[in-house]
């Protein structure tokens, strides 16, 4: 199974006759191992940019409490500790 020259995996297929597949059966079983090996890349890397998104998501709140906490009494919820 190659991408791009690279070898992501190997597929076997076997048997005892030696001219069991012909050129074209060879053909296509290449072409469906080579099918496999975008499949498998193209997963690699949406599980790579869905972590991504999720480390980011994760790092918004720490990015946003380095920053001065401004408040404003009408965003302030009354306590019944408090008189009013």
Not at 13 to 21: C, G, H, N, T
Not at 46 to 64: F, I, S
Request: with cysteine; charged share 20%.
């Amino acid at each position: 199974m190659l991408l791009a020259n690279t070898t992501m995996g190997t597929l076997s297929i076997v048997s005892r006759d030696p001219r069991a597949f012909s050129d074209d059966q060879r053909q296509l079983m290449t072409m469906l191992a080579n099918q496999a090996a975008i499949a498998l890349q193209n997963a690699r890397l949406y599980a790579e940019a869905r972590r991504v998104d999720e480390l980011e998501a994760c790092a918004m709140p720490v990015k946003l409490s380095t920053r001065p906490l401004i408040c404003s009494k009408r965003w302030l919820l009354p306590s019944p500790m408090r008189a009013t």
